[in-house]
């Protein structure tokens, strides 16, 4: 299977807690431009597309494609389309396959969204965060609760599925704070959702404002007891987890997400996006052997655009994905999903069975894991306590 990932790097402003790579108009500086993106991703993904070809991979039609950001809907929906196109040209797009972009709800209107729609877009993914305007400002939102039900009224209407982002454990936000988003999120009607923990990073702003004192640290009992309040509302409203933090009416999974959870191949394309090769094997060496790789792009706009003008795969760096590190995250990927972790897919021959079993059966007495035809399948007490289950269960395996 493939995908690609179409990163976009720009933003109107910056929300005090994001540290994602992305750009405002002013952080941006010389020699970059958002004018210039859609031909430069364009270039890229040629680039791209040889080096495959020189190393012998011959990638299936994308699956999946999915724009994320940043803000992609920032560019005109014309850009957005014309690298969609080019993808089609390049690996092809199957039949059927999940389009999707993120959208900031300010950042689209019923003719972005149609146009997007007429162009092959299956799916939008707004970034709700929260429906409480006290929250919404404490998160730096420039969006107003309005603007999303607008956005996915739209999307409805021009026959693609909708997704939105939620936050929570903002400062200040209060459990009936996060049950009216919760409950806002499920009047939308929207298929998919996903609800994020605050990540409080040193970096940013509100990690600053934390450091300071300025702003409460969020605390943990209290994000349990929204995990659980969302999981409650979201399943009663048919909406069913099957990721730690995504929820769908079945059937509306994103698949995209999905394929990286199961290992696909992907190509990453845009600044700082990742890429990776599940069978790699090096060119020109006889005795090469075939192994994962991992690489990422140069983060910054400027760069990244000065290394595909000299005609390189902008790529800062990669590295190879050793068979321990292949099953360590399989472990903590499988440990995500409803559909659990498959011990059948996992290197044996480190350890007794017996040791296994025995380590399985005391995660079970501790309510943390349930073990059916061969998977560990996370609880809700597991999912609140992912780390120490992961932990674990590498210890199990001697990671
Ligand atoms: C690229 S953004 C989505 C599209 C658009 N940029 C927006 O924010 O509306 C991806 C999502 O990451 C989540 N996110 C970003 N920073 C986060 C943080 N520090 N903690 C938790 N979630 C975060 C937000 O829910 C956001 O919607
Ligand atoms: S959360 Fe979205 S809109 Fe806000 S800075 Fe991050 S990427 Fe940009």
Redesign the pocket.
Same mark, same amino acid.
């Given at each position: 299977m493939f995908e690609v990932y179409v990163h976009v790097p720009f933003?109107l402003r910056r929300?005090g807690?994001? =540290?994602?790579n992305?750009y405002t108009a002013v952080d941006l500086g010389g020699g970059a431009s958002r004018g210039n993106y859609a031909a430069m991703a364009i270039r890229e993904m040629r680039l791209v597309r040889d080096w495959q070809e020189r190393h012998g991979i011959a990638e299936p039609p994308a699956s999946t494609v999915f724009f994320?950001?940043? *803000?992609? *809907?920032i560019l005109p929906a014309d850009d957005l389309i014309a690298i969609l196109n080019a993808i089609r040209e390049l690996w092809g797009v199957e039949d059927g396959a999940e389009i999707t972009t993120?959208?900031?709800?300010d *950042?689209v209107n019923a003719a972005t969204i149609r146009a997007l729609a007429d162009g092959g877009f299956t799916r939008v993914?707004?970034? %709700?965060?929260s429906a409480v305007p006290h929250v919404l400002r404490t998160l730096d939102?420039t969006?107003t609760p309005a603007n999303v039900e607008a956005g996915v009224l739209a999307a409805e209407a021009a026959g693609l599925r909708s997704s939105v =982002? @939620?936050?929570y454990?903002a400062p200040g936000e209060n459990l009936d704070d996060w049950r009216t988003s919760v409950r806002a999120a499920i009047d939308l009607g929207v298929n998919h959702v996903?609800a994020?923990? @605050? *990540?409080?990073?040193p970096t940013?702003k %509100?990690g600053r404002q934390i450091a300071a004192g300025v702003l409460p640290k969020p605390d943990d009992d209290d994000e349990a007891a929204k995990y659980e309040i969302a999981d409650e509302l979201f399943s009663a409203a048919g909406l069913q987890w099957y990721e730690i933090s995504n929820w769908a009416r079945p059937g509306s999974e994103s698949r995209h997400n999905l394929g990286y959870w199961r290992n696909v191949d992907w190509a990453g394309i845009g600044p700082g996006a990742h890429s990776h090769y599940a069978t790699f094997t090096p060119g020109g060496e006889e005795d090469a052997v075939p192994h994962s790789l991992r690489a990422w792009d140069i983060a910054h706009p400027r760069l990244w655009g000065e290394r595909i003008n000299a005609g390189q795969v902008p790529w800062a760096d990669s590295e190879t994905i050793t068979p321990e590190e292949s099953l360590e995250e399989a472990i903590m990927l499988g440990l995500r999903l409803r559909k659990g972790l498959d011990l059948t897919v996992l290197d044996h021959a480190r350890m007794p069975s017996d040791r296994l079993s025995a380590g399985i059966a005391e995660l079970e007495r501790d309510g943390l894991v349930g073990f059916r035809e061969s998977r560990v399948v996370p609880t809700l007490r597991g999912r609140l306590l992912n780390d120490t289950v992961i932990e674990r269960m590498f210890a199990l395996f001697d990671l």
């Amino acid at each position: 299977m493939f995908e690609v990932y179409v990163h976009v790097p720009f933003c109107l402003r910056r929300c005090g807690y994001c =540290d994602f790579n992305t750009y405002t108009a002013v952080d941006l500086g010389g020699g970059a431009s958002r004018g210039n993106y859609a031909a430069m991703a364009i270039r890229e993904m040629r680039l791209v597309r040889d080096w495959q070809e020189r190393h012998g991979i011959a990638e299936p039609p994308a699956s999946t494609v999915f724009f994320g950001g940043g *803000t992609p *809907t920032i560019l005109p929906a014309d850009d957005l389309i014309a690298i969609l196109n080019a993808i089609r040209e390049l690996w092809g797009v199957e039949d059927g396959a999940e389009i999707t972009t993120e959208a900031n709800p300010d *950042t689209v209107n019923a003719a972005t969204i149609r146009a997007l729609a007429d162009g092959g877009f299956t799916r939008v993914s707004f970034g %709700m965060q929260s429906a409480v305007p006290h929250v919404l400002r404490t998160l730096d939102r420039t969006h107003t609760p309005a603007n999303v039900e607008a956005g996915v009224l739209a999307a409805e209407a021009a026959g693609l599925r909708s997704s939105v =982002d @939620l936050i929570y454990g903002a400062p200040g936000e209060n459990l009936d704070d996060w049950r009216t988003s919760v409950r806002a999120a499920i009047d939308l009607g929207v298929n998919h959702v996903s609800a994020y923990a @605050l *990540t409080v990073e040193p970096t940013t702003k %509100m990690g600053r404002q934390i450091a300071a004192g300025v702003l409460p640290k969020p605390d943990d009992d209290d994000e349990a007891a929204k995990y659980e309040i969302a999981d409650e509302l979201f399943s009663a409203a048919g909406l069913q987890w099957y990721e730690i933090s995504n929820w769908a009416r079945p059937g509306s999974e994103s698949r995209h997400n999905l394929g990286y959870w199961r290992n696909v191949d992907w190509a990453g394309i845009g600044p700082g996006a990742h890429s990776h090769y599940a069978t790699f094997t090096p060119g020109g060496e006889e005795d090469a052997v075939p192994h994962s790789l991992r690489a990422w792009d140069i983060a910054h706009p400027r760069l990244w655009g000065e290394r595909i003008n000299a005609g390189q795969v902008p790529w800062a760096d990669s590295e190879t994905i050793t068979p321990e590190e292949s099953l360590e995250e399989a472990i903590m990927l499988g440990l995500r999903l409803r559909k659990g972790l498959d011990l059948t897919v996992l290197d044996h021959a480190r350890m007794p069975s017996d040791r296994l079993s025995a380590g399985i059966a005391e995660l079970e007495r501790d309510g943390l894991v349930g073990f059916r035809e061969s998977r560990v399948v996370p609880t809700l007490r597991g999912r609140l306590l992912n780390d120490t289950v992961i932990e674990r269960m590498f210890a199990l395996f001697d990671l």
